[in-house]
Every structure is written in structure tokens, then in C-alpha cells.
């Protein structure tokens, strides 16, 4: 890719520009963007294998297990793609702001605030059709969620606090505001051993996708995902966004307002983390309680480095981790293994895919493709 | 079973097998031939819950035609429906105990409204007549033990300070802290218990700055209500404080300062489920039972536990088995002075009010929110 761009623009912002991940362009580009990622993640099922081969047990077995309790059976496709739904959402709450070079990693507390704004407008409307609940529940749990992380770049914007810290912290914070909620204002008083809010309702509840027993959740995050990768790759914000992260000075002297790019951004993330957040309630838990804090905003930070923050490859790595975590249950029941493997064979992939970084552009393979 | 052979092949046929989409074969279960499916929030070797009901999944193993599937640290969302439903579809479990409270609804309704030909048993959840009849509730009054390892940490407190480290407010946290205290002011009219509330259920340095600042205010026997009391028993023996246990026998931990524990005794209970199950029996929808019923028990006396103190704490502990002797009985006022329980009531083990505990008895230094 490095030698498409033509010289006099290399080094400029929109020199770097052109050199992040598209998808599209040259096919020897995309080529690229695929066959490397797939090289480390084979070397990680490698990596993988003699690790748990020096546990004694059989890498093919693993590899069979893995493979069944992820993708073999239908059951195992949904099991993979219901883990897979809410990474997909709490990953573009981390990849959109990367966009402007902003790492952010809080999406857990935007997907936790979108919970409890979705279910406060729940139980606020309990004469509402349910359509309209759902709608309301969709639209509070969003802007909850967007709010959430436009203070973390509020903060950096006109404070100068490193989004990233702040945006960690803030989980806390809304991990605190929940308990608070759900413990005391919110509570159903019903609800002894395990303090929660109240339902909001069987009729106000999202089905699964027909057909499957997956809700309707992957299918709103595909639909994010997909509207996040043209907002990003086909449209003027979504240019002038590449362009500040590239070089926020040169954006600032072209006259593009970065601040209101980063306010924005910061609210699409959040309000992507936030639907998250929603979903598990309408669509799962049906009421809000601590089980919401699972883990889905920090597992979306994995998936969306691991697809180098492109929102569109966000789909694929999230099933891929959703199916990682589906097959752990079958390697702790068959071959005995503890729950921690998943997260060896996570954090091998993770490495691997990181280290990769460095091969592209290196192989004249790609090129030759290209021209 | 010829798993093995069926999967070297499946492996080979890769897509093929793939694209079919088929399931193994589900196992039906013969007479007494059963696969058990066992979910922990936890870790197994946690020395604490997840671990007492691994002990209790490690006891059906030794059964004849048993086999058994567990899974450990399955958060408390849908992982946990798939989770089940992983073990019915791939494994053929026909009996399911997933065991973490957040488990129960809507997560093992749901499955076993699915599933209505298998069985659900959940440990600690509330059954109604309104939840399906294929899922059950079970739990143990380990108050009881509390209550006998309040009696002897009362006898063993020198300052007369006492401490626990809780997770959250609830019912049977409240009930567990408002036991034991009672128990130690039998053996201590003077004793008082401060409880500090960490706000979750695992969380070590919490765990470990609460036993840490107890110590600091000079109590000198400390006991815990956490998914983990290691951290707790651990720190407290490193102090030198001495420490009554909680879950599982955390005596190897600290063997100089451990004086006795209240456990659970699942290891003994899912033995008797499971051998109703295999025989075609029903297994009561709603069961409850304490040390009578061999539900929950005490662990051994520590060595340095004198005599009147043992003698003290088998005499409640016989009281409490042979079902004559009532923990909370009237009169007990709470820490704020307002009469909870007056003077002449009883509430027994099975009293539906004592699930509704939001009180800590005179005697607790803190507060329920």
C-alpha cells in the first residue's frame, strides 16, 4: 500500500490517511488486511496447541472441540452468535473514537448507563404499547450511553484529561451509580437476595431473530457496524474524522472543528455501547441488575483491536471471539481444562495479531496483486 | 462410548460436518444412568462457594452410571442459558444444577420451560407454584453454623471485638452476621461485631482492606460472608487474628487460627438427589434443611479451642439437630434499639419473615444500607 500513495503526499495527514486499514481499494491491499490476520490467528491455534499439549492433553482433540463447540452444530452457531451480539455494539463504542486517534476504553460504563436509562423509560411507561416502550427503550438507552462517553471527550477536548483513564474510570462511576439505582431508589422491593429493578414487562421484551434462539441484538449491531464503516469510509464527517486523527494540527489548519468531531464520535460510540446495554435488558435480563456488568464493554476493547478498528471487520472478530468463548465451556467439560485456557488462547491471539502489525507492507506478494 | 472415534472423524470431514449442522446423538438416560450438568460462577478451587459445590459434584462422580459435566466462571447472563443448553445439546445432561443465585431467573426458567422433559435444580433461589414444575430450589440454613461458630469465637475473643466481612446487605448475609453475633454473646454478653459490607461478592482487596482495618480496631476474631473467604482467612491469620470459616474447610489455610467454620455439605446432599432422580422419584420442588438434615455442618474444632467452648457449642449444636432449640427467638431488638422480633415469638427455621431480614441484631456495629 505504502508505495500506491504517491510520494509528495506521504508524509502529510492525508499521506497517513490513506494508509489505514480499507477495505475496498486495491484487492492486493485487501488481500492483505486478510491473509495476515488469518496467518496469526493460525499461529495462535499453534501457539495454543503446543500449550495445551504440555498439559498432556491431545491439540487435535482441541482443535475438534474448539471447532464443535463453536461452529460445528447449529446449536453451537448460536450459542457463538449470541456472545458474539453485544461485543459487536461495545467494540465500535472503542474503534469509532479510534478513529480520531482517541482510545477509548470505557464502553462497559456506557453500556451499563444505557441499561438503566432503558429500563427507567421502561418502567416510566407502563401503559405504553410495547412497540413504543421498545422504541423509547432504544432511543434513552442510546443517548444515556452517548452522554456517557461525550464527558470522557468533553474532558479531553476542553480539559486536556487523557480519554483513555478517564473513560476507565468512568466505569467505575457508572458501575457505582448502578448499585446505587438498583439498591436503593429503583429497587423492587420484591427482590431480597438479589437486588434489582423492576421488570419491565414480558410484552415489552424483544424476541429472538425468527427462526434462531439469537436476539435481535446481532442484528442491530451488524446494522451499527455497517453504518459506522460508511460513516467512516464514505462521508465528508467520516473523512474529516480520519483527517484529525491523523494529524489533528493539519485538520485544525484546513478548518475542520475538532471539537464538535470528537463530541460527536464520543456520542456514536457511547450510544453504540449504550443500545448494548439496552439490548441485555430487553432482551435478556428483562430489568437491570449487577448481572449486566459481565464484561461485554471490555471483552468489545479486544475485538476491536484485534480488527484493527474497522468497524466493519468488528462483525467477523466478534463472532470469532464469540465462538472462543462458546467452545470454552466444551473444553473445561471435555478435555478438562480451566476456564483461564480461553483467556491464554485470547490473550496468544491477541499478541499475535498485534505482532503481525509489522509484516504489513512487507511482502511483494500483496504488491504484485495490487498493480 | 465410542466419542472419541465419531470426533476423529467429524474432525476429518471438517466442513462437511460443518454445513450439516448436526448435533451428536442425545444420550437417553437409562434407569439409572444419568449426565449431570454442574455451572459455577467461580472458580472451582475458590476454598469457598463454588468450591463446596464442586466437593458435592466430586461426590456423584464416585456413582455408579454418573457422569459429570461442569463448567466454572459462567457469568450470570445468557452465557449461562447456553451454557445449559450447551450441556443438554453436546453432553446429554438430563439433570442440571446451575448453581449461582443470578442463575435462576429469568436464565433457568427459561431453560427449563424449554426443556420441559429435564431437570432444573438451582441453589438458593425461591420456587413458587408459579415457576415450572421440572425446576427446583434448594438451600441450606447455615445460619445454624453460624451460629455455633459464633458461640465459640464469643468463648475465644479476648477484646471482646469481633468482625465480619460481608458482600452485600441481603437477607441471608443479615442473617448469617445477626446469627453469629447472637451465638458469640451467648459465650460473651459484652461482645460486639463490626461488619464492614464490601459491595460484591468476590472482591479480594476489598476483602483484604476490610480484614486489615478490622484487625486494626483491635478485633481479634474474624469470619466472612464472600463467594472467596481466602483472602479473609488468609490475611487474618497473617495478623494473627483468629478466624471462623465460611463455604468449605478453609483449616489448611490457617491451621494456628482457624476455630471451626460453617459449611455447606452438598457433597452429601447431591448424592440424594441424584439417586431420586435415577429412580424415577421427584425431587420436592422446594427444599430447605440446616444441620439436622445434614445440609450444612461445622467443621472441626481448631486445636486451641478449650473445652468450655466445645462443650458450649455441641450443646446449641445438638439443640439445633435435634430441632428443639430456636436461634431467632424473641426478644431481639436490633442495633438501633427498635424490638424485631418480640418477646414470646419464635421464628423457626422455616419462617418465611426471617427471608426478609433487613436488620442487624444489638451487638453489630454498622448499618444494613
Known amino acids: 500500500m505504502k508505495a500506491d500513495v504517491g510520494a509528495p503526499v506521504a508524509k502529510s495527514a492525508v499521506g497517513e490517511l490513506l494508509r489505514l486499514p480499507p477495505f475496498g481499494g486495491k484487492i492486493g491491499g485487501a488481500a492483505e488486511y486478510v491473509v495476515i490476520p488469518a496467518l496469526a490467528l493460525a499461529a495462535s491455534l499453534v501457539l495454543f496447541g503446543i500449550f495445551v499439549a504440555l498439559f498432556g492433553k491431545n491439540p487435535l482433540d482441541l482443535y475438534f472441540y474448539m471447532y464443535q463447540g463453536a461452529f460445528g452444530t447449529w446449536f453451537s452457531w448460536q450459542n457463538t452468535l449470541t456472545r458474539a451480539a453485544p461485543l459487536i455494539l461495545t467494540a465500535l463504542c472503542t474503534a469509532l473514537p479510534a478513529q480520531l486517534g482517541m482510545v477509548i476504553i470505557g464502553g462497559e460504563g456506557a453500556l451499563l448507563i444505557g441499561a438503566l436509562a432503558a429500563t427507567g423509560a421502561a418502567l416510566a411507561l407502563p401503559e405504553a404499547p410495547p412497540l413504543f416502550v421498545d422504541v423509547a427503550m432504544a432511543c434513552t438507552g442510546m443517548v444515556g450511553g452517548g452522554l456517557w462517553i461525550v464527558l470522557s471527550g468533553a474532558l479531553r477536548h476542553y480539559r486536556g484529561v487523557n480519554e483513555t483513564i478517564s473513560s476507565l474510570l468512568l466505569v467505575y462511576i457508572a458501575l457505582a451509580i448502578l448499585n446505587y439505582l438498583v439498591e436503593g431508589p429503583m429497587r423492587d422491593p420484591t427482590s431480597l437476595n438479589k437486588p434489582s429493578t423492576r421488570e419491565i414487562g414480558v410484552a415489552n421484551m424483544i424476541g429472538n431473530i425468527p427462526g434462531m434462539d439469537v436476539h435481535w441484538g446481532f442484528v442491530f449491531g451488524i446494522i451499527a457496524a455497517l453504518l459506522s464503516y460508511i460513516l467512516i469510509y464514505h462521508t465528508v464527517f467520516g473523512f474529516a474524522a480520519r483527517v484529525a486523527g491523523g494529524n489533528i494540527r493539519a485538520a485544525k489548519v484546513v478548518g475542520l472543528s475538532v471539537g464538535r468531531l470528537i463530541l460527536i464520535i464520543c456520542f456514536l460510540a457511547g450510544a453504540a455501547a449504550g443500545l448494548a446495554g439496552m439490548m441485555e435488558v430487553a432482551a435478556v435480563q428483562g430489568r437491570t441488575n449487577a448481572n449486566l456488568a459481565a464484561g461485554y464493554g471490555f471483552a468489545g476493547i479486544l475485538v476491536a483491536f484485534l480488527a484493527r478498528q474497522n468497524p466493519l471487520a468488528v462483525i467477523p472478530v466478534a463472532i470469532l471471539l464469540g465462538g472462543i468463548g462458546a467452545s470454552g465451556g466444551l473444553l473445561q467439560r471435555r478435555l478438562g481444562l480451566p476456564d483461564a485456557s480461553v483467556l491464554v488462547l485470547q490473550g496468544v491471539i491477541f499478541v499475535m495479531v498485534l505482532a503481525s502489525d509489522t509484516l504489513y507492507g512487507r511482502w511483494n506478494i500483496f504488491k504484485r496483486g495490487a498493480s | ?369
Not at chain 2, 444444577?97 to 432444573?120: C, D, E, Q, V
Not at chain 2, 464472600?226 to 491451621?255: F, I, S, W
Not at chain 2, 472441626?300 to 436461634?327: C, F, H, N, T
Open chain 2, 1 to 369: 462410548m465410542n466419542f472419541d472415534t465419531i470426533s476423529r472423524r467429524g474432525i476429518l470431514k471438517g466442513t462437511a460436518a460443518f454445513t450439516l449442522g448436526t448435533a451428536l446423538p442425545l444420550r437417553r438416560a437409562s434407569a439409572k444412568d444419568a449426565t449431570v450438568g454442574f455451572v459455577y460462577v467461580g472458580s472451582r478451587d475458590d476454598y469457598g462457594y463454588n468450591q463446596a459445590h464442586a466437593a458435592g459434584a466430586a461426590a456423584l462422580k464416585k456413582m455408579a452410571g454418573i457422569k459429570v459435566v461442569e463448567e466454572e466462571k459462567v457469568p450470570e447472563t445468557d452465557a449461562v442459558e447456553k451454557t445449559m443448553e450447551s450441556m443438554i445439546n453436546l453432553d446429554g445432561a438430563t439433570l442440571l444444577f446451575p448453581t449461582s443465585f443470578g442463575y435462576y431467573n429469568p436464565h433457568m426458567i427459561k431453560m427449563a420451560l424449554k426443556y420441559p422433559k429435564l431437570r432444573f435444580e438451582h441453589c438458593g433461589g425461591l420456587w413458587t407454584d408459579k415457576d415450572p414444575k421440572n425446576a427446583g430450589s434448594y438451600f441450606g440454613y447455615i445460619d445454624e453454623a453460624q451460629h455455633v461458630s459464633g458461640v465459640v469465637a464469643g468463648h475465644m475473643t479476648k477484646s471482646g471485638k469481633l468482625g465480619f466481612v460481608a458482600a452485600k446487605p441481603i437477607p441471608q448475609v443479615l442473617r448469617n452476621i445477626n446469627a453469629f453475633t447472637m451465638g458469640a454473646k451467648m459465650a460473651n454478653p459484652k461482645a460486639t461485631l463490626q461488619v464492614i459490607f464490601t459491595g460484591d461478592w468476590s472482591m479480594p482487596v476489598k476483602e483484604a482492606e476490610a480484614t486489615n482495618s478490622l484487625i486494626d480496631q483491635g478485633v481479634d476474631v474474624v469470619t466472612c460472608h464472600v463467594d472467596g473467604p481466602k483472602t479473609v482467612v488468609e490475611n487474618a491469620a497473617r495478623r494473627g487474628a483468629m478466624v471462623c470459616g465460611y463455604h468449605v474447610n478453609q483449616a489448611v489455610l490457617a491451621p494456628k487460627a482457624y476455630l471451626t467454620g460453617a459449611e455447606w455439605n452438598w457433597e452429601v446432599l447431591y448424592p440424594r438427589f441424584v439417586k431420586m432422580f435415577t429412580a424415577g422419584e421427584t425431587i420436592p420442588n422446594f427444599y430447605r434443611g440446616g444441620l439436622k438434615e445434614e445440609i450444612v455442618k461445622v467443621s472441626p474444632y481448631g486445636a486451641m479451642v478449650p473445652a468450655a467452648a466445645r462443650k458450649q457449642a455441641d450443646e446449641v449444636k445438638a439443640g439445633l439437630m435435634a430441632g428443639s432449640y430456636v436461634i431467632f427467638k424473641g426478644p431481639i431488638v436490633d442495633n438501633k434499639g427498635k424490638t424485631v422480633i418480640a418477646s414470646g415469638v419464635s421464628r423457626g427455621q422455616t419462617d418465611p419473615e426471617l427471608e426478609k431480614m433487613d436488620y442487624l441484631v444489638d451487638g453489630v456495629i454498622g448499618a444494613t444500607s
